[in-house]
């Protein structure tokens, strides 16, 4: 009798999407090496916050942690109010109901989550861009639905259900400008598509001023549209798991009544803490002035040592070449005891390159900037 209980074998009894490997699993020999190096590792692989939770929002946090019952899957009427105050004060963007606004439990849960959400299935499409935050893909595989990753201005096939939109992008840095958000919008409402805009890094503009997709320099009509906001990096909340969704009130509103079944709630707690960071724009600017002054001291240190430093013009990472391989750079990198992630990580096209993360101390951005100087 053959045994089906060896490595990588399904639980008797389970079936489903067959997904592919986490992706940072893979470089735990290249985290050995870096560990290894007589200074410590300088760990710039991941785009974790390692600043301080803002005091006023640790106040939030705790100032309802006695409330026994049940939060509210559509969060406070405070909270979605603010939320609708911030995206007009902070972006420009105007016309948003309160009402079509609802909290997320981070907003990875709701990219993994969003096609099965959306009613995708098998052989339906799921558009990507070629360079993609992986859990794009592993949201699609989990309802069934084909990927297909779109260059750079590339526009929906037909049999598109859902199409994401990254600006900036993770990894690359690169910002769309507004027409090409709006060629992206107006091509996926002809064909009857949802846009998911992913706006995570939104705050964190260098080069260039980045819109959101519900900016009105893209589209007055949220017809099929939503942005999709964390507050992971700009308010260093990577722990509480703390995000929204708005956009188009019909939308929402079907997301919210899906949520209420599976029980996809934000805590009370986090809720409060939300509310307060959405309502206060300064913890937000001293955040992105510490990303600054750290980007400010890798990037010429990393281009002193053979690196193209690629798009970049927003956001949390320096998109890198030396034209090698990527895992071989990834691997030069360890050797002086600093973390990367390779751009495969992303997609095929980024073979040749690396992501470089700004989210590490004062002294460790140092750290790295002196080690490539060696």
Known sequence: MSSTTGPG????????????????DSLASQTATARSHPD???????????DPVPENLRRALSAVADQPGYPATHGTPELREAAVASMERRYGVSGLEPDAVVPTIGSKELVAWLPTLLGVRPGDLVAIPELAYPTYEVGAKIAGAEVVRLA???????????????????????????????DSVRAAQELGAVVASDECYLALGWDAEPVSVLHPSVSSDFRGVLAVHSLSKSSNLAGYRAGFVTGDPDLV??????????????????QEAITAALSDDAHVGVQRELYA?????????L???????????????????????????V???????????????????GERHVRIALTASDERIAAAAKRLSE
């Open 9 to 24: 074998a399904a639980a008797p009894g389970l079936r489903g999407p067959q997904l592919p490997d986490f992706p940072w």
């Open 40 to 50: 410590g590792i300088v760990n710039l692989s991941v785009g974790t916050p390692v």
């Open 152 to 182: 750079p201005g590339e526009l929906p096939p037909a049999g598109t259900r859902l199409l994401w939109l990254n600006s900036p992008s993770n990894p690359t840095g690169r910002v769309l400008e507004a027409q090409q958000l709006a």
């Open 253 to 270: 509103r079907r997301l919210l009544e899906l949520r209420k079944h599976a029980g996809m709630i934000v805590p009370r707690p986090v």
């Open 293 to 301: 002054a750290r980007r400010a001291v890798l990037r010429p240190a």
């Open 303 to 329: 281009e002193a040592a053979g690196f193209r430093i690629e798009h970049s013009q927003a956001g949390l990472y320096l998109w890198a070449t030396r034209g090698d391989d990527a895992w071989q750079t």
């Open 331 to 349: 691997d030069w990198l360890a050797q002086r005891g600093i973390l990367v992630a390779p751009g495969t990580f992303y997609g095929p096209a």
